[in-house]
């Protein structure tokens, strides 16, 4: 079973979500109490505050935390940007019948864990610094990357490679269309070209080559 503070390898994740190519609509849920909805899937404010709410309380704890959250004025934007990311990549894989074992997500966390020399303290602070990731949601930040990469292979190409970059993030975009994707207009509208939510700052932009959790420009 996956150790629960861990991180993967953020390469393969990082390549789709950073791709002008994911498309959907645009703003407005019908929903009454919704961030945003994706497909028939809610993503309710009161879900989005609580992850923005366990980010700012790690920040808080950590030792860089003015440099964190005065860096994280548009975190309920970012945050709703992978909720809603992680959603489609979950039904694309799921479409494509792709599937993570436990230890799949381990053997990315190992790798991960060994660019820091076996500290996991180290990888909890990057992931939390770079990426808003705390400790208790590393587990589903790896196994949402694993996904992407284990549907690259599925799609006959290598992660990392251009080619894969390019398939899989028209199958990403195809589902992304199929399904729907509405926001409520508080946090911003969806920027079909960035496959963001306005300007935010997509915090799972990194070298797709890189390994572990290295950063990027």
Known sequence: MVRRRTAVSIAAAALLLASPALTACGSGPAQPGAAAV???????????????NEVRAAQAASPQAAQMVSAGG???????????????????AAD????????E?????DAALQQFGGSKEALDATLLQQYDIVPAGAEGFFRTNALVGKLIVSLGFQPGSDGGQTAVVSAIS???????????PRYGAWDSKKAIIGDATDPWVVDRTSSAVAPAA
């Open 96 to 103: 494509a019948g792709v599937t993570v074992s436990d230890g």
């Open 38 to 52: 994706v497909g028939d899937q809610k993503i309710t404010v009161s879900t989005l505050q609580s992850k923005v």
């Open 105 to 109: 997500v381990q053997q990315q966390y």
């Open 74 to 92: 548009k975190l309920s934007t970012q945050t709703l940007s992978m909720l809603v990311q992680n959603t489609v990549i979950e039904r694309a």
């Open 174 to 184: 195809k589902t992304a269309r199929d399904l729907g994707v509405k926001i409520n």
